[in-house]
């Protein structure tokens, strides 16, 4: 685009791909994010706009140029009372990492039902590197327990987290997250977690559930009426709402 003239060049990119390799968790450990943001950088790039990266301090940290990280939230939320939400809720973030993104999400589920919800974590317990068991800080005894993440990737911990709501006396169960990955054998695993509905956006064509059992419990969410007004008020050098990013 720069070679043809173009003013300015923004990469719409709805799902991040090695945004998670933000820290070097072990010497040599490749920072993946900050070699995808020089690359972006080098080919010209103005500015970057994605939807619910994995680490958002992380992100715009990597970037020198404007980096913009939409949030898919209020149209999940939108999705969850459409298919029916129960009361009373219980907004379930399976890691610490994850919490105030769910707390976000009861808030956006809150202003459209005026209706208070309560937080609940799920941490992993891990013993010289190895998985011991699960922490679980919040009361879900007789709740429809909505688990909120950025991402589905192999389900683990999706079905982890359900395990240990059910344990604990949830009644229902919805997962939501912002991007279906499904890798691995993620459609098995899903179908022994109990959930009653899986619902992500098409920030990543869910093609691995295709023709599983998992595929029937998919809602699927259009982000691009977001992408879309994000890009017309970046064209119009107008400021993002704090609905459309945070």
């Known amino acids: 685009m720069r070679d043809n003239g173009a003013r300015r060049v923004t990469a719409i990119i709805p799902y991040l791909a090695f945004a998670r390799q933000d820290r070097q968790v072990h010497p040599r450990d490749p920072l993946a994010l900050r070699t995808l943001a020089l690359l972006l950088e080098a080919a010209g790039a103005d500015a970057v706009v994605t939807v619910d990266v994995h680490n958002i301090a992380a ?45 976000r999400f009861g808030e956006s589920l809150k202003s459209i039902r005026g209706e208070s919800v309560s937080l609940a974590y799920v941490e ?20 429809h327990v909505l688990i909120v993440d950025d991402m589905i990737s192999t389900g683990s911990t999706i079905v982890r987290a359900a395990k240990a709501c059910r344990e604990r006396g949830a009644s ?73 990013r945070n």
């Not at 939409?70 to 219980?90: M, N, S, T």
């Not at 179908?191 to 029937?216: C, D, H, W, Y």
């Open 172 to 244: 229902r169960i919805h997962a939501f997250a912002t991007h279906g990955l499904f890798s691995g054998n993620a459609a098995d695993k899903l179908m022994q977690a109990g959930l009653e509905k899986i619902v992500v956006s098409n920030s990543v064509p869910p093609f691995r559930l295709s023709g599983t059992p998992a595929e029937q419990l998919l809602d699927i969410v259009d982000v691009a009426p977001l992408f879309a007004t994000a890009i017309r008020r970046l064209h119009e050098n107008k400021p993002l709402s704090e609905s459309d």
């Open 59 to 103: 992100f715009q940290n990597a970037f020198r140029c404007q980096a913009i990280n939409l949030e898919a939230a209020p149209d999940l939320v939108r999705k969850g009372i459409e298919i029916g939400v129960g009361d009373p809720v219980a907004i379930v973030s399976p890691d610490l990492g994850g919490a105030k993104r769910a707390q």
């Open 124 to 143: 992993k317990q891990r013993l010289d590197g190895e998985l011991e068991g699960t922490q679980f800080a919040g009361d879900v005894q007789g709740a």
